[in-house]
């Protein structure tokens, strides 16, 4: 079956650097997604890595290890407003979109 | 650019009515547009997959009949809930996909519709 692994939940504080980790297990392999999530609001895209690296976009970095089925989002200097629910989603063979169940970052003073 | 609006943002509705939600791709002509469905706390559900002019493809488990689904133009899709019933209350999010050359083929979500049924 296909899978999508990250953690339920997290805490971090303003200011500080947060890392939150996504596995996937899936039938091929087209490209991995981040999405940040606000309660009661609709995702909205972060960044896109389809080859082995990092990808910068000012605060926010992602990083891909398509052999170890491994993705990482950063976000550095944290502000109350990062709290939100972070998505990965992979893009499969069938160029299907396959969702982790997400997770919650908090944030604290 | 790529922004996806929907509508209504929420809607209360008696058991039984029929509701549609509009989904419209502003600025940027979307072949592709897909619905999910997303209860509280809980990840995104792909609930179809709508195409232009043609008939959606619709996930196991999710009943056609029901969830009715057309995607009349580039840039129009919508999504009926018939016969609604308090089970189908969820939050609906619709995304259209850009397709351009050399592009990571990136979704663009709506707002979301939060339906309500009594």
Known sequence: ?????????????????????CTYQTSGFNGLFWYQQHAGEAPTFLSYNVLDGLEEKGRFSSFLSRSKGYSYLLLKELQMKDSASYLCAVKDSNYQLIWGAGTKLIIKP | ??????????????????????????????????????????????????NEGSKATYEQGVEKDKFLINHASLTLSTLTVTSAHPEDSSFYICSAREVVAGDSDTQYFGPGTRLTVL
């Open chain 2, 1 to 50: 650019g790529a922004v996806v609006s929907q509508h209504p943002s929420r809607v209360i509705c008696k058991s039984g009515t029929s509701v549609k939600i509009e989904c419209r791709s502003l600025d940027f002509q979307a072949t592709t547009m897909f619905w999910y469905r997303q209860f509280p706390k809980q990840s995104l559900m792909l609930m179809a997959t709508s």
């Open chain 1, 1 to 21: 079956g296909q899978n999508i692994d990250q953690p339920t939940e997290m805490t971090a504080t303003e200011g500080a650097i947060v890392q939150i980790n």
